[in-house]
T-cell receptor
Framework: DTGVSQDPRHKITKRGQNVTFRCDPI?????LYWYRQTLGQGPEFLTY????????KSRLLSDRFSAERPKGSFSTLEIQRTEQGDSAMYLC?????????????FGPGTRLTVL | AQKITQTQPGMFVQEKEAVTLDCTYD???????LFWYKQPSSGEMIFLIY??????QNATEGRYSLNFQKARKSANLVISASQLGDSAMYFC??????????????????FGKGTHLIIQP
């Protein structure tokens, strides 16, 4: 059973550029979550999907952030017009949710550096 | 809203000793889940253990156990017989079972700031 994978693992970009990250969840999982983690902090929830539906996006940090999960499998997180403050680790997690509380399994993360 | 507090920014422990990492939480919901994750320097968050708010027994997973004291809103992680490979950041996290009803908002996990555990030989 393969775990959650994320690509790329590292991304360096210049301020103002757009970046896109990909997450492939564990195959039988129906939920997919995105988090951001800045230095010295715990992860901060951004958004999540149940199958294809994005059920929560009010926590996305600004309208420059968007996420998709077009066929209910992999997901992408895009940041437009990157700013230096966007430099962080972006973590993806997946789970199989039936009711109440699900256990989320995380990928290795994508570390973004905005110059 | 949910809140997790981890009061130990860093801990040094001798190898083979038991370790207790503190976690207190706050929520208005009656049904919720508590989690501990380990994050080595590589960055990946590794799930360690889960405790449901209605579970009567403390959760155990190998060398990990969760000391759950509901009245005190405490969910401490105990690592028995620590090993050098246990050196990492440890995060306590929680989620309400029904955040749309408790006012907690989204279904994501709320994390604490973490404890940096260093095991010394």
């Amino acid at each position: 059973d393969t775990g959650v994978s994320q690509d790329p693992r590292h991304k360096i970009t210049k301020r103002g550029q757009n970046v896109t990250f990909r997450c492939d969840p564990i195959s039988e999982h129906n939920r997919l979550y995105w988090y951001r983690q800045t230095l010295g902090q715990g992860p901060e929830f951004l958004t999540y999907f149940q199958n294809e539906a994005q059920l929560e996006k009010s926590r996305l940090l600004s309208d420059r952030f968007s996420a998709e999960r077009p066929k209910g499998s992999f997901s992408t997180l895009e940041i437009q017009r990157t700013e230096q403050g966007d430099s962080a680790m972006y973590l993806c997690a997946s789970s199989f949710w039936r009711r109440e509380v699900d256990t989320q399994y995380f990928g290795p993360g994508t570390r973004l550096t905005v110059l | 809203a949910q809140k997790i507090t981890q009061t130990q920014p860093g801990m040094f422990v001798q190898e083979k000793e038991a370790v207790t990492l503190d976690c207190t939480y706050d929520t208005s919901d009656q049904s919720y889940g508590l989690f501990w994750y380990k994050q080595p320097s590589s960055g990946e968050m590794i799930f360690l253990i889960y405790q449901g708010s209605y579970d009567e027994q403390n959760a155990t997973e190998g060398r990990y156990s969760l000391n759950f004291q509901k009245a005190r809103k405490s969910a401490n992680l105990v690592i028995s017989a620590s090993q050098l490979g246990d050196s990492a950041m440890y995060f306590c996290a929680m989620r309400d079972a029904y955040p749309m009803y408790s006012g907690g908002g989204a279904d994501g996990l709320t994390f604490g700031k973490g404890t940096h555990l260093i095991i010394q030989p």
